[in-house]
């Protein structure tokens, strides 16, 4: 099933929210609530509309292997306060994902393609990919290892709103994950999970599991295509947010069991009273704002977000054409409402049907058939597909090709849209044409003489690599054997600076052993804001198992190990990785940087002839001594120093460097 989705954000009621204890100033009082949907926006967390502070937030990762952190298109759930309609403070973010598996089969065609079996939709604008080596879904192929965040659908389809590459490539022996709901009664040794089987041999499933029941599955597969996933553990799971009684709720999802006035989105029920539910249907994306109130979500807001799936098979295609060209035929048609994909019929016989012609699958139009014979007519008819089904057929229509190639004439329908240092430009197809040329210039007026040309392209063609914040402009010419066109008419675009994204892992990180202290260095990352520091005393620190020091600058001078008057041990190796941060997220870390503080130990030599008489090193009144000023008074005997006359050179310069460092 394909499921085509628009973001229309048609908002069909709109009741304001009370917030609790309003004062005189028009102020309000934070209410306690979750909020459940996807990221669009970091820097703090933006779901549902809400800006969320998470500076004293708990982050929970499901996978504890995900250092990557928190990503815009992932559903999350925010635990938290609401301060008004659009900001909150988080006091928990939990993020799970939907299934992580192999890619088995990919079509960027139709926006679709299959991990465990099971049907994930994604919207090539929308979705977020990450860790992938092409644009969007251009990157996607089978056998990747996939992590899939989104909401389900209540034919099982997932539609997707972040797809990451996990490595490494999938292999038999690698675990897989799967969340969904029980779809077949369960035996003793079996389930499914919409058309996966799910082989639960030795493994006894949680009590009051049936068909149903929403759980989380671990296993492996032993093929890239197969059916059957061999579980190695089988939980309980929930769907939905976790509220209490009382509480405000935010949650997007699709609906489904729509009855009445009540309908479930993510595994909560809805109640939406006396709303309006105009656009909502099963299989619509809605977002709900409401309270909890024995289980169920009282709406007081439902704002629809995707056209419903279509119920009724699509029209006949119309207008449709067969123009003869150099041994091919282009034949055209229009749109037809509803519709995700089209197929045409051919045949060299007249009164062709689905029955009796040939069939060309996911097409669209105008579609160029080569390779054909000169002097046979051709007979086509074209039928609209969706989710429901193929419709009838247009009426027939007919082409015969000819011998003899001609010019083809000037591209229509030329256009040009600018993106992030890019711009696409498109056109329909010209009869005739085996080929088009583009001729580009950042000049107005380009023409085949005076633009930079680009051959044997195909639209779209997207053109890379161009300077932010500046207009292109483009003609396209169609190119066969006789020749090429004249030009069409000229169009522009204005190219837009990349989107932000996560730093590159710092380089060149030094780590330098001092007295009771080591010295951390590293060039600027293009992008970061601040840095994170982690580490260790043991090797194989990550953003896990590492310390983490918040912010810090280059160079950094780590010489206490926590708040309070505790240094780093003299003669001790410590072990550092570093992380650059923006808005966006933090980086991947460093490669880990290591270094053995001084064998001399400075607080230790403080504390045994210093202390006594200026105060503990935390608060010593001879803070910023340095060594010489320390000599100086030891070889006078100031104050009875001379006491210390035993002390070597390097001994007075460890006091000195731990007084410089103060606290």
């Not at 780590?511 to 994170?532: C, D, F, I």
Request: with cysteine; proline share 6%.
């Amino acid at each position: 099933m394909r499921i085509k989705i628009f973001y229309l954000i048609a908002t069909i009621a709109i009741p304001v929210f009370m917030f609790a204890g309003c004062g005189g100033d028009g102020g309000t009082t934070p209410v306690s609530g979750v909020s459940r949907g996807v990221i669009t926006q970091m820097g703090s967390v933006f779901v549902n509309g809400v800006e969320f502070s998470t500076t004293n937030a708990t982050i929970t990762m499901e996978d504890p292997t995900e250092t990557h952190g928190l990503k815009v298109g992932m559903v999350v759930t925010v635990t938290g306060s609401f301060d008004d309609g659009t900001h909150g403070t988080a006091s928990k973010v939990e993020y799970a994902d939907n299934l992580r598996g192999p890619v088995s089969t990919v079509d960027t065609r139709n926006h679709t393609m299959t991990v465990l079996d099971q049907n994930i939709t994604y919207d090539p604008v929308k979705t977020v990919f990450n860790n992938f080596s092409g644009t969007g879904a251009n990157g996607v192929a089978p056998g990747q290892m996939v992590e899939v965040s989104g909401f389900n659908a209540a034919n099982g389809t997932v539609q997707a709103t972040y797809i990451e590459r996990r490595l490494p490539n999938w292999t038999p022996s690698t675990t897989v994950e799967l969340k969904g709901a029980i779809t077949s009664m369960p035996t003793t040794t079996t389930f499914t999970i919409n058309s996966l089987t799910i082989d639960h041999t030795g493994i006894t499933l949680p009590d009051g599991t049936t068909v149903g029941s929403f759980v989380k599955v671990e296993g492996t597969i032993p093929a890239l295509t197969g059916t059957t996933l061999h579980a190695t553990m089988i939980g309980s799971h929930t769907e939905g947010p976790q509220a209490s009684e009382g509480e405000r709720v935010e949650i997007s999802g699709l609906v489904s069991n729509l009855s009445g006035t009540t309908f479930t989105v993510n595994g909560t029920t809805v109640n939406a009273g006396t709303l309006s539910l105009a656009g909502v249907a099963n299989g619509v994306k809605v977002e709900v704002e409401g309270t909890l109130k024995n289980g169920v979500l009282m709406a007081s807001k439902i704002t629809v977000e995707t056209e419903a799936p279509p119920t009724t098979l699509p029209a006949a295609p119309t207008a449709v054409t067969a123009t003869a060209g150099f041994n091919q035929v282009t034949v055209a048609w229009g749109a037809v409402s509803g519709a995700t994909s089209y197929n045409i019929y051919w045949s060299t016989t007249s009164g062709v049907t689905p029955a009796t012609g040939t069939k060309i699958s996911d097409v669209v139009s105008p579609y160029i058939q080569t390779g054909l014979t000169a002097g046979t007519a051709y007979y086509y008819v074209v039928t609209a597909v969706n989710s429901i089904g193929e419709g009838p057929p247009s009426a027939q229509v007919s082409a015969t090709p000819t011998s003899v190639p001609t010019v083809p004439v000037a591209p229509i329908g030329v256009g040009a849209v600018g993106g992030a240092n890019q711009v696409t430009v498109s056109w329909a197809a010209v009869s005739g044409a085996t080929s088009y040329n583009i001729y580009w210039s950042t000049t107005t007026g380009v023409t085949t003489a005076t633009g930079t040309k680009i051959a044997g392209v195909t639209s779209p063609y997207v053109q890379t690599g161009l300077t932010a914040s500046t207009t292109y402009y483009y003609i396209v010419t169609a190119v066969n054997a006789a020749g090429e066109s004249a030009p069409s008419v000229q169009v522009s675009a204005t190219t837009s600076a990349p989107p932000p994204t996560v730093p590159p892992a710092p380089t060149g990180v030094t780590a330098t052993g001092g007295t009771n202290s080591v010295t951390l260095a590293w060039p600027t990352v293009t992008g970061a804001t601040s840095y994170n520091l982690y580490w260790s005393t043991t090797t194989g620190v990550t953003t896990a198992n590492g310390t983490k020091i918040t912010g810090v600058t280059s160079p950094y001078l780590h010489s206490r190990l926590t708040a309070t008057p505790t240094w780093l041990a003299a003669n001790t190796p410590y072990f550092y990785i570093l992380t650059a941060v923006n808005a966006v997220g933090e980086s991947t870390p460093s490669a880990q940087a290591t270094a053995t503080t001084s064998a001399t130990d400075g607080v230790a030599l403080y504390g045994s002839n210093c202390a006594g008489c200026h105060n503990p090193l935390a608060t010593s009144v001879k803070q910023g001594r340095t060594a010489a000023q320390i000599q100086a008074a030891i070889d006078s005997n100031t104050g009875g120093m001379g006491s210390l006359s035993g002390l070597t050179p390097t001994q007075v310069q460890a006091i000195a460097d731990v007084l410089a460092i103060g606290f």
